[in-house]
């Protein structure tokens, strides 16, 4: 069965601080992960990942993809209030689109 | 505006009385899906379809019918509702596999 599994479920930190996501899977045909941002609404695309060891970066936010350990994160610097939301890790197990989605983490920046 | 839209946002039913929720997407993608969330469970997938009739059950399908007759449209059709059916559902289309999510649905079955 697949499985996708983040890590920690929640989190607080204060303004400024890093934020380190993690997100591992076990999955019988991995094509993609994929992590998206969740605020009071509809899930929003931040990334996707196919190679191992490449980092995608837009502004603060950066996340990186480890094939062999099979697991991603995703790390948020210098955080801000509006970076409180669910983050979602998702992998794609098809070329149509087919996700797994994990439980996500909630994060919580405090001013 | 390129967009995936539901209807309607909110609803809350009675157990037992037929409901569908519908989905619509303006940017051509052959693939479409229902998911539905729940707290501590996140997104599981429904029913997802690959192109106009052609639809298939993902991991929760019970209790949930869909059909594909258009491009554009995914309706969710809940037969017989239960409580159990209770959470907010997300419609979602794609080309590849980023997947674009509509505003969501907040179900309540009482």
């Known amino acids: 069965e697949d499985k996708v599994v983040q890590s920690p479920l929640s989190l607080v930190v204060h303004e400024g601080d890093t934020v380190t996501l993690n997100c591992s899977y076990e999955?019988?045909?991995?094509?993609?992960l994929l992590w998206y941002k969740q605020e009071k609404k509809a899930p929003t695309f931040l990334f996707m990942l196919?190679?191992?060891?490449i980092e995608k970066k837009s502004g603060r936010l950066s996340s990186i993809l480890d094939k062999k350990e099979l697991f991603s994160i995703l790390n948020i610097t210098a955080t801000q209030t509006g970076d409180s939301a669910v983050y979602l890790c998702a992998v794609s197990t098809d070329s149509w689109g087919k996700l797994q989605f994990g439980a996500g983490t909630q994060v919580v920046v405090t001013p | 505006e390129a967009q995936v839209t539901q209807n309607p946002r909110y609803l809350i039913t009675v157990t037992g009385k037929k409901l569908t929720v519908t989905c619509s997407q303006n940017m051509n993608h052959e693939y479409m899906s229902w998911y539905r969330q729940d707290p501590g469970l996140g997104l599981r997938q429904i029913y997802y379809s690959m192109n106009v009739e052609v639809t298939d059950k993902g991991d929760v399908p019970e209790g949930y019918k869909v059909s594909r007759k258009e491009k554009r449209n995914f309706p969710l059709i809940l037969e017989s509702p239960s409580p159990n059916q209770t959470s907010l559902y997300f419609c979602?289309?794609?080309?590849?596999?980023?997947?674009?999510f509509g505003p969501g649905t907040r179900l309540t079955v009482l």
């Open positions: 979602a289309s794609s080309f590849r596999t980023e997947q674009f």
């Open positions: 999955v019988t045909n991995f094509r993609s």
């Open positions: 196919t190679s191992s060891g």
